[in-house]
Nanobody, 123 residues
Framework: QVQLVESGGGLVQAGGSLRLSCAAS????????MGWFRQAPGKEREFVAATRWSGGSTYTYYADSVKGRFTISRDNAKNTVYLQMNSLKPEDTAVYYC??????????????WGQGTQVTVSS
């Protein structure tokens, strides 16, 4: 079992920044691929970014909607994955979820999910 706890959400003005954190426990973190998803009211959950660590290298990829603005990173020593969000837009408003177990844009591939953290971007 893997437990995931997100933090760092909040209210920010358009153009601002936030950093989300997701602390993982219950399994060797360095072997664990991780992802971030988000879900806005009335919309389906959508992929944001994913990361995996292999052979000393970290691999990442992003949804087109956030590429160049968001950065996913991981600190294996702290068992934590981060999502740095810059140049935020009102359309980034959503509940953001951390997920573990896959390096994929498909939410069905992930085995574990956090409880979510609200991000609200005001115009």
């Amino acid at each position: 079992q893997v437990q995931l706890v997100e933090s760092g959400g909040g209210l920010v003005q358009a153009g601002g920044s936030l950093r989300l954190s997701c602390a993982a426990s219950g399994r060797t973190f360095s072997n664990l691929p991780m992802g971030w998803f988000r879900q806005a009211p009335g919309k389906e959950r959508e992929f944001v970014a994913a990361t995996r660590w292999s052979g000393g290298s970290t691999y990442t990829y992003y949804a087109d909607s956030v590429k160049g603005r968001f950065t996913i990173s991981r600190d294996n020593a702290k068992n934590t994955v981060y999502l740095q969000m810059n140049s935020l837009k009102p359309e980034d408003t959503a509940v953001y979820y951390c997920a573990a177990g896959a390096y994929s844009s498909w939410s069905q591939m992930y085995d574990y999910w956090g409880q979510g953290t609200q991000v609200t971007v005001s115009s």
